[in-house]
């Protein structure tokens, strides 16, 4: 077996694994909730946009966005792999693998893929474009959260377009009422997360 198709079969037994943890903590979850609720609704603590990013949501209409993450998402208990996303409207399937993705692709849901896996190697350019703005949407709202925590400011706007405006203009109105923070700042702070914000600013500047 060549080394990169040894690479490849050690990270499908990591999100192996981490699909089998996240089964076992919905199993415990679903002992607290009432049995005939189909979709359960996380807790703020099981919901924290903190968390690392381990799921890539992709709308089934790509200038559509689900704001939430995967664990933040309702459960549910039925199947570990389907979750619902109230403001789409829309199931969420979780797939981890190629053929898996090639059954619900064309399909009208939207589908979780596990974050820079193996999967998302083979996708074209437009997802994978999405796939770069849902990350920056994401880590948005971490770090507008943190910056200065407010419910309000987190990301409302389900159109992929609407939502990177709101991030940037918040940035923006940030930048102007607070002396301490200026943009070198925010593009530091996404720079950690290798997300040129320049590319963002430029594109609403523009538009």
Wanted: net charge neutral.
């Amino acid at each position: 077996m060549y080394k990169k198709d040894l690479i490849n079969e050690a990270l499908k037994d990591i999100e192996y694994f981490e699909d089998k943890a996240l089964l076992k903590k919905e199993k415990i979850l679903k002992k607290v909730h009432r049995k005939n609720h189909r979709y359960v609704t996380p807790s703020n603590d099981e919901s924290s946009v903190y968390k690392e990013l381990k799921e890539i949501i992709i709308c089934k209409d790509l200038t559509k966005v689900c704001i939430k993450r995967w664990d933040e998402l309702e459960i549910n208990f039925l199947n570990p792999n389907e979750k619902f996303c109230s403001k789409l409207n829309k199931k969420v399937i979780k797939v981890t693998n190629e053929y898996n993705y090639n059954l619900v692709k064309n399909d009208d849901i939207c589908i979780a893929i596990p974050y820079n896996g193996v999967l998302q190697k083979l996708l074209d350019d437009n997802i994978l474009k999405y796939i770069a703005d849902y990350v920056f949407i994401q880590v948005s709202r971490s770090l507008i959260l943190s910056s200065c925590y407010s419910e309000q400011y987190d990301i409302q706007e389900f159109e992929i377009h609407k939502a990177i405006k709101y991030i940037v203009s918040y940035i923006q109105n940030n930048i102007e009422n607070n002396k301490y923070i200026e943009v070198d700042d925010w593009i530091r702070w996404y720079k950690e997360f290798d997300i040129d914000l320049t590319k963002y600013l430029d594109i609403i500047k523009f538009a």
